[in-house]
Nanobody
Framework: QVTVEESGGGSVQTGGSLKLSCLASGFTSKYYCMGWFRQAPGQQREWIATSYHDGNINHPYRFQDRFTVSRDYTKHTLYLEMSNLRPGDTAMYYC????????????????WGQGTQVTVSS
């Protein structure tokens, strides 16, 4: 059985940093997609990054300067390092997994974690 679990959230002040982790348990190989998303109260879920089985990571340009995503395939763990955090980054951060790791559209993610809260105060 595959499960996904996020950790590392918390409360920081503007300009602070956090590193989130996502453990995907139950996979027996590296051939699956992993992704980070976030959702603020009253807003739609927002895609942050997608990790492929071959080491490639895809994410929107607006996150490239402050957010760094990495993956440890031996530990089945995806990381999200966030720096220079702003109040607008306050949200529940979710990790997801699924698919074969080669083609990773948003619809491929069928295993989701419960989320980890990030709160940035001014």
């Amino acid at each position: 059985q595959v499960t996904v679990e996020e950790s590392g959230g918390g409360s920081v002040q503007t300009g602070g940093s956090l590193k989130l982790s996502c453990l995907a348990s139950g996979f027996t190989s590296k051939y699956y997609c992993m992704g980070w998303f976030r959702q603020a109260p009253g807003q739609q879920r927002e895609w942050i990054a997608t990790s492929y089985h071959d080491g490639n990571i895809n994410h929107p340009y607006r996150f490239q300067d402050r957010f760094t995503v990495s993956r440890d395939y031996t530990k089945h763990t995806l990381y999200l390092e966030m720096s220079n955090l702003r109040p607008g980054d306050t949200a529940m951060y979710y990790c997801a997994a699924g698919g074969d790791g080669a083609v990773c559209p948003a619809t491929v993610f069928d295993k989701w974690g419960q989320g980890t809260q990030v709160t940035v105060s001014s």
